[in-house]
Each structure stands twice: as structure tokens, then as C-alpha cells.
């Protein structure tokens, strides 16, 4: 995809845009798009196609591409879906680099062919598509509005880019209400060219942006988007609403995108651990926006609550738990430093009490001591309407303290009352105030900062790459297919694992008594036996595995009865032999494993076994590759975790260990894409220094390009 | 507290108010209320007090109580604390019923000392005191505006009652701009006599009334409160907003107002088990109100989701799920009922999208198919701006519907757009339509309108109680107090689970080595043998306990090294004897507790044990008495919940065995109420139909009185 972004840069700053199907009728999406680019005073050349002729805007409509005098950078099709395919012939024959097909009518109702064959010819001939089904894309850039949406746009540093275009052409309009400038808004739709990824290599490097919003459905290429996302997020903030949380609403956004909507659990894990912030809805995605775009980045966690009211400031408490805003704490240091403006009554506290009593001017007193302090990093202001709160002065004091601070350090506001406290919230946030009418949307905003603040001061460090035996691994998989198998028998998974470096129990394979016997008694009792056959999948309910074998003729014993009963239970199967295994001390079982995720690539797994995975669904997820943070972080973020630090007077488990465990089963996947599936539950983690043990491994391949699939 | 009825309906509903520090000066309070009173219409006679004398709003200010001709109910107190008490005397001897201490400076700020002298007096007079600490009160029912918050407070059928001052004014601020209107808000704050449960009493009964709305920081007589609330919530809906969820809010809590926050996972579970509906911040608690007081009940759960975005349908999906709104599912009833009404290219699954093109008139042909159909029993209403979503027009069309179906069946709508969206949102919410600019809060309203539902159509039935043999209970109590203890001994323990039914394993207590033997062999191998001696509290530590003895022999060693080893950790331990235990096959192991809850009274506890109790957090409470739906419903509530059912092809377990101890524990702490702490730890759950086995038993009694504590 070298090709994107030279492409991608035409697109967002083409120098002549052709609309086919630009229509003198106003009711016509193809008129509405000339009049947009025309109001919003785009510098370029602007041809209107249609072979009707005509005129609009003061503009001659000319009859086709060809007859358009200079080069064409971009053109913008909205037309009837039938007609798209000739259209793209005709760009490809006028050297346009960009198509923005607005028309609707392709995947998303299941004419995936024609799609994919305008796609393809596009491609063939050097163009880039955008689309199809989409509102069409504004850039500031060039003052560029070629949208069917609105016309008036606010310029500014905020960009979104939407899968849905109803949702897109909606939070243009609110973007004006909530005085939102925007530097770019574009709609990708069914994405069947570009997609997230393509758009994001042009939004990490534009100046004018300074924080992306994004609205998605469903994801197809997800490990380009992680990896992109990753870069974009360590130098501006990625606000992302991802709608079908829910198991329904994945359904939904499946049926009404075609789109890979995948396991909002994995979607949810794997952006974060790329830096996205992640909203809710829309409101929340576009307060959390709005405040990024305007606020000082904090220069460290200590946050301080000022209020006048108790109650709202324990809400504001509560918040700040919920978003991941940390209290400052130190009561000597806020009494000595509110001391003097504080009223009487107050408390020193955080948070700060100044009383119902309050003032304005105690406010301002207040706000001033909590600004021009280093120790304090961030200020969450609360007023509850009292009779002696003036709304008019709260105003012009923020009003005069404002550009003081604006540049230094973050503050939120929230007011609660009535008309005039309103009032107040109405006029600064048309200047771009960060003031709320209710405490945990203006706690929820400072929460999206220090989520950016989090990411950026302790990032990712170099990805792990695990040292594989890959000729090995590649040796067992070329088995595996000549036998056109996709399961791994055990003896093969093991050596995947010893090509890996994860530890096993001891195995060795026997077929005759004294082999077993021999093996054993180098192992060192207690064994544990296992039939070895490629027709006994289930060896349990086969009767094929016997535990605690303490001696000599408990392995004989074992070696006959394993025998018997697995020819019992399926007299054709063909035994190659019985494994005697080490017995392996069951201390904190757990399960990592990995696989190549449809929509985001590799992707690892790890949870305590058993149980806790079925019943409690306690796992986490991770995409790949991953650094050591990441790994360490990701498996202290499953519930039970006390479980591996050691409770009851345990021992620390071997925690280390599992992590390189995770960061080796995530390389083979990585290493070999043949293999699509690895579990290992369970994986034994012995006490800290003691290791793990990879007691049984399941490995999958691919599904063989000969099945069709 | 029988005397409260009488005295609330005078709170509420006063012939005649005294206001003591009614002053003609403006800046002070007692001026500020006496004029909330006189411009809220008041019809009763009013009586400013104050001995400086004069007029304020015409009204003559008299000097003292006894200076007013006729009887005083109700006297409102505005004067410094050092003066209140005085004044509280003067009430008394004036006959006054009902005081309000608007004054500050009582235990909020320590002063518990002076608020308890007043409250003591004030009851021995026969009066009820509401406060110290508060804003005041305002009465619908007689037009009594009591408070000194904003004069004009609309009148309507949302009842507010809070502990936080600030927060109830700014709300008073809040509901006039959200057009709420009130049918009382009332301040509790310290709550030294009156508290919450008190209002509610006059609440449930009042018929102007249709909703509660509190907003509570700590609770005091919580299991009297607990009470009220389910006798309130069949009526009416209670929304509770209670700060101090996070543990620093907690903290903030109790050192804001000096009552007991309590553990927040403990205060959810009881109050919706009372039926309330639970909001997190203020501004969803009064959305909540406001639906609820404007909506008809739904008749039953088919949700429908109209929209003319894909995207936001899906959003609205997700928040269907987050806020326990059910969905329709019927295709074909679904296509039947909206293909006609539904434009071209719409789609008839739930959501009903028709589509982006959609006017005001397709809105209005699909909402009258949605409102006539008696299989759907409530409608989202969605809207994204597009190029032909004229707002004027679906204002207009919500307007001609609303009359129809406001008392027939819910509705929500939102609509996500710019300016002119912005204003129809205004407009309608203004005229009391429920219409939001963002999907989750429409949804959330009607989440809280189905938690009512639900509630109301599935209320507990009565409470289960427990045949216990109450005598045998307080004959141990005895025993154990005589000693001055307050743990009672393992078999004290085994006598009161005896007397109240629970099954434990069989045992027996041995004094003799013979005696052991001939236990065990009663019983059945295998047994345990246990140590008994209140001066061996950690029986393992000491050595004193051996399991899995098979037979004489072992029962035999076993005593021997119990003794000696007991012995030797401590010398002059008394030892009674050694219990012999049947020993029990450990399916599995929950934990079943009860306590007396500070806050809440009797408190049962349920969860599965070791593990998930400690470090997965996965316990669930419920407060007694608990009927037997209840009972089911937390043990069902678990997320290892699993478990019991039986997994990987286990047996389903006995629940219905695990209900009935759960209902005995908590019927020993409610009719034995010198109890205040059981653990049964592990409480084994065998297979369906083969009961349950308390095996250990943890028994606490209340502390004596003689402690002073």
C-alpha cells in the first residue's frame, strides 16, 4: 500500500474536483454537492459533469470527463449505482487519481460484485476510491466542502472520520452548535478501497488536526488500523465511538454495514492498548473532543476539586474514580495553600469546600491559588446555585481568568441550578469554556485527558520478538498438511513448543512395556500415561489416560489397561504408541492462547483455566506484537490476578514466566502464519523462579487454500 | 415512632408558621424566607419572629412566640446555633408542633452534643424537628415555600427529597429550566430527628405526588428506610441518586455529613431490592423524573426502534442492552406490521430503518403503525439530520401524535443534528415531550421506566420466616454471655444451626479414646477428628485437626497426635474433648453470612466460597426478611452462578437447599437479636435433591452493653 499516501493527499487536497452527476435540480444530491464546494469558497478548478448540460452556480455543466479541459485530481460520483462502473471508466481514461463514489446501493445491500469490480478497475488504473455510500468528505485544507451535508463548517483542529454518513452529516450539524471547528470530516462507508487506516496516514502528519474523532461499525484490515492507530495516538489524541457493544447491536451493525463488527471485548482491549480513548456516545465522544481540542495537557496527576457544595462534591469523587482523574492528597500542603482564600467554615480538604456561603470572588481567590500552584496539575471547579451565587460575576471572573490558564493547565466547570446558571454555561461554552451543567460529564472530559496523558508518558516500548526455532515450527506444519490435517496431534504441538522455548512436562513416547517402564523411571515417578493415536481425539472418554502412577508395575498395569480399553472403544484405531508424562504439581492453573483474529490478526489470550474462564469470563486480550509493559500490564488486569501474586500465604507465582509464555505463543502466530489457533490450558504456574509447564497444547492451521475458504 | 404520622402532615401541611429570625434585612436569611412564603402564596397565617422588631413585606415582625395571638404549628429557625436551643424552648412552651432548623453548625461540624440536647428536648415537648442544616421545605399542597432558594418553583407531581442543601436549591434552579414541575422538595439534612423514612411516610399517601426523587449521602435507620421504600415504590416510582459509590466518595461523605455512607455494593443491592431505581448524576435522575412523571406505563416489554440511520439504530441497540430494555424479535409481525408504512429500501428487522431519505410524513405513517399495534408496547423514536429531515415538520407531526398515545404508551425520541434539530429539541422538551439530543439518555428513561415495570409486575411476595427453635438459640446465648464471650464455641455454633434447621455433618464430641472410636464408627468412615477448646482458637495452627481417618486405627493416632501436638503449642490450653466429624464431600463450597448492618439492620450475604468471595469480589446482599423470589433471584445473581447449575456435565446442584439456609441465617439474626454475625464457611452444596452441609460455623454475638459501646 506504498501507493496510499501520495493518493491520500490528493484526496484531502486535490487541486480540481469534477462532480459527475452535478444536476441543475436542487433536489439532486449531485447539485447540492456544487453548491457546497462552491459556499464553502474551495480555490481549485470545479467542473460540474452531467450530460444534460446546463448550468449551476455560474458554472457550466460540462457534458463529460473528456471534455474538460486540464487534469482532473478528484471526482466525485453521484449517480444512479448502475451507472457508477462507466463513470470510473471514464475517470481512469482522464488520468483522475481519487474517486469519491457518494451513491449508495453496493455491499451494504449486497451487491458486493459490482463493488468489488469498480474497485478492482479503479486500482488497475492507478486510482484511489473512496466510498461507496458516503456523505463525501470535507478538508480544510483546501476549503474543500464536498459533502451533500451541510454547508456552513466550522474550520478548527478537530477531524472525524465516520463509517456511518447519517451520524456524519448529523455531528456537522452539531459540531456548529457545540462550536466545534473541524479541519476535516470524512465518510468511508462500505470501505471497499480506503479505509480508516489510509485516511489516518494523511490525519498523523496534518498540522490542523490536532485530535481525530472516529465512529466505527465494524473493522476489516484491524491489525493496519492497530498499527496505525498506535502511531496517530502518541501524537494526538483518537476519541473512538464504536457502536455494537452489545451482542444485538453487533448483529445490528453487521446486517446494516456487512462489516466485520467482531467481540466488543477484543475491540475494546486491542484499541486501547493502541491509545484510543474510547466514548460511548455521541455526546460524550464530541464534550471529550471539544475539550482535547482546547485544553492544556497536564503536567502531571495531581487534580483538585473546588466547590461550594458538599454534595456535588462528593459526586465529583465518585467521577474522578470512574475516569481515572487522581485526587491530590496531601492536607497539610491544601491547607496551607487554601488557607487564606478560602472562607471561613471551609474545608481544607480535597475536595476544597469553600462553602455555600461562596462568592465570587472567593471562587476567584480560589481558582487563582489552584492555577498558580505546580503541585496542582489540574482543577475540576463545581458551583451549586446558592442565594449568595452570583452567576453574572462566576462569568466574567472565568471570563478573566481564563486566557490566563489556558494555556498552562486543565480546568473543567459544572454548574447546577437554574435559568441563570445556565445562562452562564450557554456563554462560555460558545467561547469554548469547558463548563457543564452536571459534574460527570465535565469529570468524564479531564478523565479523556489523563487517558491521553497515561498513553503518552509510558507508551509501548520496543515490541518483544520472541527467539523461535521457525525451521523447526515449519517442519511440523509441512506434516501436518501432507496428512491434510489442521489439528496438531500432541507430540507435534509439543515440539511447536520446544521450537518455541515454552516448557513441558518430561514426555517421552513408548510402544512396548519395558520403553514405558525405562521412560518412567527416568522421568521419575509419580507418571501420568496417555494413549498416542490419531483416532482417539477424546482420550479421556476412551478410557486412554491414567494418572498417579507411583511405581514399576503401576505403569505396566497402566501400559495393558490403557490398551484394552481404547481398543474396546475403537477397535480400528490405530495406536502409535502410549506417552508417559511428569506428573506435574497443579499449582495456579492458567490458559493463554492465540489466534488469528479475522478482524485485528494475531491476537492473545490469557485468563486463570478453568472455571474462571467458562463461568467468570475473566480474560483479556491483546493484539501482537507486544512489549514487555503491555504483557505485564495485560495480565494484571484479569480479576483474579491476586491469584498469581499469591493468596492465603501462598507463594508469588511465577509471573514472568507466563508473560514470556504469552510473548512466545503470540511470535509463533506472528512467525507462522500457517498456524491459526494456539490454547495451551492449562499452563502451570509454578512459585516465582519456578517456571511454568505447557501441560496441553492445542494447535490449529489455517483452514488450506485448496478448501475454497 | 407512631407519633410521626401526625406531626409529617403538619410538616407538610401547616395551618399557621412562625419564622424565628424573620429580619428586614435582605441578606439574611430568615428575610429571605419570610418573602419565599409570602410570594409563593402561602394561605396559612405567618408570623415573622424577631425580637429587633419592624415589618417585613408588610407583615409586622413580632418580638416573640408568646407575643402571637393564635397557635403556631410549624416554626421555621433562622438564627445563629448558639441561639437555637433557646429558641426550640420557646416552642415548646408555645405549643408548637413541628420545628425546622434551617441553622447550621450542628454535628455536621462535631457539634453533635448541642443538635442531640435540642432534639431530646423537642421530642419530650411533643415536637419533630427537621434538620439542623437544611434549606428548608416546600408544600404544594398548601403553596408553602419555606426555603430560602429561588421564589418561583413550578408546581407538579415530582417529589424531591435531599440531604445535600446545595444540591436540593440548585435543583429547585434545575427543575424550573427542565420544566419539572414539584409537588415537594424538602431538605433532611443531618437528619437529627426526621429523616428520610418520615417524608416518605407522608409521601406514599400523597396524592399529588406521582414520584420520589432522592438524593441521599448516608443512611441512618436504613432498615427502616428499606421498609418504607417498598411500601412507596408499588405506588410510585423512587429514583435515588446516592453519591459516595467510589471509596474516596465514601470518605468525602462521612466527613461532609457525619452519617454512615456505608459499603456502596451493600446500599445497591437493598434499596433495588426495595424497588428503587438507582441514577448515577444529577442531571439522569431528573431526566428520569421527568419521563416517568410524563409517561403512561408500558403494558408490556416489545421495544420498537425506529430510525432513519443505520448507525444510530445500532447505538440505540447497545443502550437497549446497557439499560434492560427489550427488544421485539418478530420478523414477519415486524415486516406485516411496517411495509406500508416503511419507504423503499427500509428495513422491517428492530431497528426499522427507513432510511436516510425518509421525511417528516414516513416518521409519522411509522410512528401511528408503532402506537396502534398492541404487540408493541413502547417506541424509540430516532433521527440523524439529513438533507431531507425538515425539523419543522417532524415538530409539528410529534405535536399532532403526542395528544393520541401520551397516556397509551411510552415513547422516546432523539434526534442528533445541528441548529434547527437543536431547536425542536427545545421546543418539545419545553411542552414536556420526552426528546433528547443524544441516543443513551432517550434509552436510559426508559430503562427506568422498565425497572418500574418490572418491579411492580414482579414484587417480592411475603417474607419467608423460618420456623427456629428460638429457645434453644437464647439458651446458648445465655451460656456464652454467662462467660462473658462473644464467639461462641464450634458446637454452641452447631446448636443454634441445629436449632434453626441447617444440616451439618453428623458429630460427635469424644472424651475418651473408646468414645472416638465408637463415634466413628456411628458415623462411618471416613471422619475428621477437631480439637474443642475455647483456648485454641486456630485449630490447624495448633495441630488439632486430622482428616480423611479411615478406620479404628487411624481414629486412634489421630487422637493421640491431636492432643499432644495441642499440648505442646499450648500447655495450659483446657481442652473438652475431640469432636469426630463425618467427613464431606466437597461439591461445592459457598458461603452463606448474615450480619447486623450498621446501617441496614439484618443482612444476608451469599456467595461461592474461598476464591470467588476474596479475591473475585462475586458476592451478592440482600437485606431481611427476603422472600422466597428474592432468595432465588441473588442466589441466581452471581456471576458464578455457573457452578450450581453444574458445568462441564456436573449434576445441577441444590439450590433450592442453599435458599432455605439463607433464609434461616437471616431469620436467626432477626428474631435472635443478640446475634450480629454468622458465617457458615464452607456451606456444601450437594447434587440437586441431596441438600446442603454447613461444615464450618463462625458465630458472633452483639456486643454487651455493659462495653458502652
Request: with cysteine; glycine share 10%; proline share 5%.
Given at each position: 500500500?506504498?501507493?496510499?499516501?501520495?493518493?491520500?493527499?490528493?484526496?484531502?487536497?486535490?487541486?480540481?474536483?469534477?462532480?459527475?452527476?452535478?444536476?441543475?435540480?436542487?433536489?439532486?444530491?449531485?447539485?447540492?454537492?456544487?453548491?457546497?464546494?462552491?459556499?464553502?469558497?474551495?480555490?481549485?478548478?470545479?467542473?460540474?459533469?452531467?450530460?444534460?448540460?446546463?448550468?449551476?452556480?455560474?458554472?457550466?455543466?460540462?457534458?463529460?470527463?473528456?471534455?474538460?479541459?486540464?487534469?482532473?485530481?478528484?471526482?466525485?460520483?453521484?449517480?444512479?449505482?448502475?451507472?457508477?462502473?462507466?463513470?470510473?471508466?471514464?475517470?481512469?481514461?482522464?488520468?483522475?487519481?481519487?474517486?469519491?463514489?457518494?451513491?449508495?446501493?453496493?455491499?451494504?445491500?449486497?451487491?458486493?460484485?459490482?463493488?468489488?469490480?469498480?474497485?478492482?478497475?479503479?486500482?488497475?488504473?492507478?486510482?484511489?476510491?473512496?466510498?461507496?455510500?458516503?456523505?463525501?468528505?470535507?478538508?480544510?485544507?483546501?476549503?474543500?466542502?464536498?459533502?451533500?451535508?451541510?454547508?456552513?463548517?466550522?474550520?478548527?483542529?478537530?477531524?472525524?472520520?465516520?463509517?456511518?454518513?447519517?451520524?456524519?452529516?448529523?455531528?456537522?450539524?452539531?459540531?456548529?452548535?457545540?462550536?466545534?471547528?473541524?479541519?476535516?470530516?470524512?465518510?468511508?462507508?462500505?470501505?471497499?478501497?480506503?479505509?480508516?487506516?489510509?485516511?489516518?496516514?494523511?490525519?498523523?502528519?496534518?498540522?490542523?488536526?490536532?485530535?481525530?474523532?472516529?465512529?466505527?461499525?465494524?473493522?476489516?484490515?484491524?491489525?493496519?488500523?492497530?498499527?496505525?492507530?498506535?502511531?496517530?495516538?502518541?501524537?494526538?489524541?483518537?476519541?473512538?465511538?464504536?457502536?455494537?457493544?452489545?451482542?444485538?447491536?453487533?448483529?445490528?451493525?453487521?446486517?446494516?454495514?456487512?462489516?466485520?463488527?467482531?467481540?466488543?471485548?477484543?475491540?475494546?482491549?486491542?484499541?486501547?492498548?493502541?491509545?484510543?480513548?474510547?466514548?460511548?456516545?455521541?455526546?460524550?465522544?464530541?464534550?471529550?473532543?471539544?475539550?482535547?481540542?482546547?485544553?492544556?495537557?497536564?503536567?502531571?496527576?495531581?487534580?483538585?476539586?473546588?466547590?461550594?457544595?458538599?454534595?456535588?462534591?462528593?459526586?465529583?469523587?465518585?467521577?474522578?474514580?470512574?475516569?481515572?482523574?487522581?485526587?491530590?492528597?496531601?492536607?497539610?500542603?491544601?491547607?496551607?495553600?487554601?488557607?487564606?482564600?478560602?472562607?471561613?467554615?471551609?474545608?481544607?480538604?480535597?475536595?476544597?469546600?469553600?462553602?455555600?456561603?461562596?462568592?465570587?470572588?472567593?471562587?476567584?481567590?480560589?481558582?487563582?491559588?489552584?492555577?498558580?500552584?505546580?503541585?496542582?496539575?489540574?482543577?475540576?471547579?463545581?458551583?451549586?446555585?446558592?442565594?449568595?451565587?452570583?452567576?453574572?460575576?462566576?462569568?466574567?471572573?472565568?471570563?478573566?481568568?481564563?486566557?490566563?490558564?489556558?494555556?498552562?493547565?486543565?480546568?473543567?466547570?459544572s454548574l447546577v441550578g437554574g435559568e441563570e446558571i445556565e445562562h452562564c454555561i450557554r456563554v462560555l461554552r460558545a467561547e469554548n469554556i469547558p463548563i457543564f451543567n452536571d459534574v460527570y460529564p465535565a469529570v468524564a472530559c479531564l478523565g479523556a485527558l489523563y487517558a491521553q496523558y497515561r498513553?503518552?508518558?509510558?507508551?509501548?516500548?520496543?515490541?518483544?520478538?520472541?527467539?523461535?526455532?521457525?525451521?523447526?515450527?515449519?517442519?511440523?506444519?509441512?506434516?501436518?498438511?501432507?496428512?491434510?490435517?489442521?489439528?496438531?496431534?500432541?507430540?507435534?504441538?509439543?515440539?511447536?513448543?520446544?521450537?518455541?522455548?515454552?516448557?513441558?512436562?518430561?514426555?517421552?513416547?513408548?510402544?512396548?512395556?519395558?520403553?514405558?517402564?525405562?521412560?518412567?523411571?527416568?522421568?521419575?515417578?509419580?507418571?501420568?500415561?496417555?494413549?498416542?493415536?490419531?483416532?482417539?481425539?477424546?482420550?479421556?472418554?476412551?478410557?486412554?489416560?491414567?494418572?498417579?502412577?507411583?511405581?514399576?508395575?503401576?505403569?505396566?498395569?497402566?501400559?495393558?489397561?490403557?490398551?484394552?480399553?481404547?481398543?474396546?472403544?475403537?477397535?480400528?484405531?490405530?495406536?502409535?504408541?502410549?506417552?508417559?508424562?511428569?506428573?506435574?504439581?497443579?499449582?495456579?492453573?492458567?490458559?493463554?492462547?492465540?489466534?488469528?483474529?479475522?478482524?485485528?490478526?494475531?491476537?492473545?489470550?490469557?485468563?486463570?483455566?478453568?472455571?474462571?474462564?467458562?463461568?467468570?469470563?475473566?480474560?483479556?486480550?491483546?493484539?501482537?506484537?507486544?512489549?514487555?509493559?503491555?504483557?505485564?500490564?495485560?495480565?494484571?488486569?484479569?480479576?483474579?490476578?491476586?491469584?498469581?501474586?499469591?493468596?492465603?500465604?501462598?507463594?508469588?507465582?511465577?509471573?514472568?514466566?507466563?508473560?514470556?509464555?504469552?510473548?512466545?505463543?503470540?511470535?509463533?502466530?506472528?512467525?507462522?502464519?500457517?498456524?491459526?489457533?494456539?490454547?495451551?490450558?492449562?499452563?502451570?504456574?509454578?512459585?516465582?523462579?519456578?517456571?511454568?509447564?505447557?501441560?496441553?497444547?492445542?494447535?490449529?492451521?489455517?483452514?488450506?487454500?485448496?478448501?475454497?475458504?
Open positions: 500500500m506504498n501507493d496510499a499516501l501520495p493518493a491520500i493527499k490528493t484526496l484531502f487536497e486535490p487541486a480540481s474536483v469534477a462532480v459527475i452527476g452535478a444536476s441543475t435540480k436542487p433536489s439532486k444530491i449531485g447539485h447540492k454537492i456544487v453548491e457546497n464546494i462552491v459556499a464553502g469558497g474551495y480555490p481549485g478548478r470545479l467542473y460540474p459533469v452531467n450530460p444534460s448540460g446546463g448550468e449551476v452556480f455560474g458554472r457550466p455543466i460540462v457534458a463529460t470527463l473528456s471534455a474538460i479541459p486540464g487534469p482532473v485530481d478528484m471526482a466525485v460520483i453521484a449517480i444512479p449505482a448502475k451507472g457508477v462502473f462507466a463513470a470510473v471508466q471514464e475517470c481512469a481514461a482522464k488520468g483522475v487519481r481519487q474517486v469519491v463514489i457518494i451513491t449508495s446501493g453496493f455491499s451494504e445491500v449486497g451487491n458486493l460484485e459490482e463493488e468489488r469490480r469498480i474497485v478492482d478497475y479503479a486500482r488497475r488504473h492507478g486510482m484511489r476510491v473512496l466510498g461507496p455510500n458516503i456523505f463525501g468528505l470535507y478538508s480544510s485544507t483546501v476549503s474543500l466542502n464536498a459533502t451533500f451535508g451541510p454547508a456552513d463548517i466550522c474550520r478548527g483542529n478537530v477531524a472525524i472520520v465516520t463509517q456511518s454518513g447519517a451520524i456524519g452529516i448529523a455531528m456537522i450539524g452539531k459540531t456548529k452548535v457545540e462550536n466545534i471547528g473541524l479541519s476535516a470530516i470524512i465518510s468511508c462507508g462500505n470501505k471497499a478501497d480506503l479505509d480508516e487506516s489510509d485516511l489516518l496516514e494523511y490525519l498523523v502528519d496534518h498540522e490542523p488536526t490536532h485530535i481525530v474523532l472516529m465512529y466505527i461499525e465494524g473493522v476489516n484490515h484491524g491489525d493496519r488500523l492497530l498499527a496505525t492507530l498506535a502511531r496517530v495516538t502518541m501524537k494526538k489524541p483518537v476519541i473512538v465511538i464504536k457502536s455494537g457493544r452489545s451482542k444485538r447491536g453487533a448483529m445490528a451493525a453487521a446486517s446494516h454495514t456487512g462489516s466485520l463488527a467482531g467481540a466488543d471485548d477484543v475491540f475494546d482491549a486491542v484499541v486501547r492498548q493502541s491509545g484510543v480513548i474510547r466514548a460511548e456516545s455521541i455526546q460524550e465522544g464530541l464534550d471529550w473532543c471539544k475539550f482535547l481540542a482546547n485544553s492544556a495537557p497536564p503536567l502531571g496527576r495531581q487534580t483538585v476539586i473546588i466547590t461550594n457544595g458538599g454534595g456535588v462534591g462528593v459526586l465529583a469523587t465518585d467521577a474522578c474514580e470512574k475516569y481515572g482523574v487522581d485526587l491530590f492528597d496531601d492536607q497539610k500542603v491544601l491547607a496551607a495553600a487554601f488557607a487564606k482564600a478560602c472562607p471561613a467554615f471551609g474545608s481544607f480538604k480535597n475536595p476544597v469546600d469553600i462553602t455555600g456561603g461562596a462568592t465570587a470572588a472567593d471562587y476567584e481567590a480560589c481558582l487563582q491559588v489552584a492555577l498558580a500552584r505546580d503541585d496542582l496539575h489540574a482543577v475540576i471547579c463545581l458551583g451549586c446555585e446558592t442565594a449568595v451565587f452570583n452567576a453574572a460575576a462566576f462569568t466574567e471572573i472565568i471570563r478573566r481568568v481564563h486566557p490566563g490558564y489556558r494555556a498552562r493547565k486543565p480546568v473543567v466547570f498513553y503518552t508518558h509510558h507508551p509501548p516500548g520496543p515490541p518483544a520478538v520472541p527467539q523461535l526455532d521457525v525451521a523447526a515450527i515449519r517442519q511440523v506444519i509441512t506434516g501436518v498438511r501432507a496428512e491434510r490435517r489442521r489439528f496438531l496431534l500432541a507430540h507435534e504441538a509439543q515440539a511447536v513448543m520446544r521450537a518455541a522455548g515454552v516448557p513441558m512436562p518430561q514426555s517421552r513416547l513408548a510402544r512396548t512395556i519395558p520403553e514405558a517402564v525405562a521412560h518412567a523411571r527416568q522421568i521419575g515417578f509419580p507418571v501420568v500415561m496417555k494413549v498416542v493415536s490419531k483416532d482417539i481425539i477424546h482420550k479421556s472418554d476412551a478410557g486412554g489416560i491414567a494418572l498417579n502412577l507411583e511405581n514399576d508395575q503401576e505403569v505396566i498395569e497402566a501400559y495393558e489397561s490403557i490398551l484394552h480399553r481404547c481398543r474396546q472403544h475403537k477397535p480400528d484405531a490405530l495406536i502409535e504408541g502410549i506417552e508417559v508424562v511428569e506428573m506435574v504439581d497443579r499449582r495456579v492453573e492458567t490458559i493463554v492462547g492465540a489466534r488469528q483474529d479475522a478482524a485485528f490478526g494475531p491476537i492473545v489470550m490469557f485468563g486463570l483455566g478453568g472455571i474462571y474462564v467458562e463461568v467468570m469470563k475473566d480474560v483479556t486480550f491483546r493484539s501482537f506484537p507486544l512489549d514487555q509493559r503491555t504483557v505485564d500490564e495485560m495480565i494484571s488486569s484479569i480479576r483474579s490476578y491476586p491469584l498469581l501474586l499469591g493468596v492465603r500465604g501462598e507463594e508469588k507465582k511465577d509471573i514472568g514466566a507466563v508473560a514470556a509464555a504469552i510473548i512466545k505463543v503470540g511470535g509463533i502466530l506472528t512467525q507462522c502464519p500457517d498456524i491459526s489457533d494456539i490454547e495451551i490450558n492449562p499452563l502451570i504456574v509454578n512459585d516465582e523462579g519456578d517456571g511454568v509447564k505447557a501441560v496441553d497444547v492445542r494447535i490449529l492451521l489455517t483452514q488450506p487454500k485448496e478448501d475454497g475458504k
